[in-house]
Each structure stands twice: as structure tokens, then as C-alpha cells.
């Protein structure tokens, strides 16, 4: 009789222990940037992210804070987090399903320091099952910001001030003025 029963029980316990594990760690290929190299416009860094979270992999009864994060060497920037939630968690935020997955789409801003030329952008990953929080490692979703259009630049030069230039020049080396 024991014996009967223990087959089941096992079962049981084994369906009940995996389904309520842990959410592992996300690839970088469930996520896309735009644009794909960050750039610097003026003084503010913006991107979208558009992500995805796979089939069977978001459970039913957690939430998932995403944080974008542009780090460099000595700092970073956070940006707005995001919040998803499971097909079982009561609450306003956008719900993903565990058997189909779900797509987002998320907007980011960051203001600007000469730093962030050699960053990376990051997302951070918060998850929530009833009382207890836990993270998964980090996600990095693009490299670095382009900042031409915050490079210094020369004030415009009129054809009088190169004119009045060019003589001052000619004068200085005492050869004929051809500039007048």
C-alpha cells in the first residue's frame, strides 16, 4: 500500500518544487536598442528598448522590475524602471503570459556627462514572488554613446574676418597684400 502511494507523491512533489523556481538569467539576444549605439542629442542620451520574454519563462504569480542602466568607469544613470507582471498577480502593469511569452517596448533618457563616451547600457532585472525579491544578473543591451553633437565647435568665420585674417597674416611676414 505504501508503496502505491509513494509513486505519486514523489510526482507531486516534484511538479510542485519545479514550478515554483526561480527565474533564470535573460540572453542578450531577447533585446534590441534604437538606435543600436547610444548618441548623445542635445545633452540628453535617449533610447528604446524593445524586449522579449520567452515562452515558459515568466511565472505566473511574479513581478519583474526592468531598470535600464548606462554605466561607465566611476558612475552610471538610471533610467524609469518598467514593471510586468504574471497571469496570476492582480495589479495595472502589463501582464505576461507564461505559456506565450510577451513583447515590450520601453523608453529611456539620460542626461548626458563627457563620461558616458565609453559606457554601456545595461538592463537590471528585480523579481518578486509574493514576499520575497531576488535579482537575476544583469543583461548588457548596447555600447557606448556617440557625442559629436556635443563636441565643442569653432564660431562661424565670415569672408571678412578670413579676409581681415589673411592680411594681418601677409602683413606680419611682410609680403604683398593680394587680399583687399
Same mark, same amino acid.
Given at each position: 500500500m505504501?508503496? $502505491?502511494l *509513494?509513486?505519486p507523491? +514523489?510526482?507531486?512533489?516534484?511538479? &510542485?518544487?519545479?514550478?515554483?523556481?526561480? /527565474?533564470?538569467?535573460?540572453?542578450?539576444? *531577447?533585446?534590441?536598442?534604437?538606435? !543600436?549605439?547610444?548618441? &548623445?542629442?542635445?545633452?540628453?542620451?535617449?533610447?528604446?528598448?524593445n524586449?522579449?520574454?520567452?515562452?515558459?519563462?515568466?511565472? $505566473?504569480?511574479?513581478?519583474?522590475? =526592468?531598470?535600464?542602466?548606462?554605466?561607465? $568607469?566611476?558612475?552610471?544613470?538610471?533610467?524609469?524602471? &518598467?514593471?510586468?507582471?504574471?497571469?496570476? +498577480? !492582480?495589479g495595472?502593469?502589463?501582464?505576461? &503570459?507564461?505559456?506565450?511569452?510577451?513583447s *515590450?517596448t520601453?523608453?529611456?533618457?539620460?542626461? *548626458?556627462?563627457?563620461? /558616458?563616451?565609453?559606457?554601456?547600457?545595461?538592463?537590471?532585472?528585480?523579481?518578486?514572488?509574493?514576499?520575497k525579491?531576488?535579482?537575476?544578473p544583469?543583461v548588457?543591451?548596447?555600447?557606448? =554613446?556617440?557625442?559629436?553633437?556635443e563636441?565643442?565647435?569653432?564660431?562661424?568665420?565670415?569672408?571678412?574676418?578670413?579676409?581681415?585674417?589673411s592680411?594681418?597674416?601677409?602683413?606680419m611676414?611682410?609680403?604683398?597684400?593680394?587680399?583687399?
Amino acid at each position: 500500500m505504501i508503496k $502505491k502511494l *509513494y509513486l505519486p507523491l +514523489v510526482a507531486l512533489l516534484v511538479l &510542485a518544487l519545479s514550478s515554483c523556481g526561480k /527565474m533564470g538569467e535573460l540572453s542578450s539576444d *531577447y533585446f534590441t536598442t534604437n538606435p !543600436e549605439v547610444l548618441e &548623445a542629442i542635445g545633452g540628453k542620451v535617449p533610447v528604446t528598448i524593445n524586449g522579449k520574454f520567452p515562452e515558459k519563462y515568466f511565472k $505566473k504569480n511574479a513581478t519583474v522590475e =526592468v531598470t535600464p542602466v548606462l554605466r561607465w $568607469k566611476g558612475g552610471e544613470a538610471k533610467g524609469q524602471p &518598467a514593471v510586468f507582471q504574471g497571469e496570476k +498577480v !492582480e495589479g495595472n502593469n502589463q501582464t505576461i &503570459a507564461y505559456k506565450a511569452g510577451g513583447s *515590450y517596448t520601453m523608453k529611456a533618457s539620460f542626461d *548626458y556627462v563627457p563620461e /558616458m563616451a565609453n559606457s554601456e547600457l545595461y538592463l537590471d532585472f528585480k523579481i518578486t514572488k509574493g514576499k520575497k525579491s531576488y535579482t537575476i544578473p544583469s543583461v548588457k543591451i548596447a555600447d557606448g =554613446v556617440i557625442a559629436t553633437s556635443e563636441l565643442p565647435t569653432l564660431p562661424a568665420l565670415t569672408h571678412h574676418t578670413l579676409t581681415m585674417l589673411s592680411n594681418a597674416l601677409l602683413k606680419m611676414l611682410r609680403l604683398p597684400t593680394s587680399c583687399s
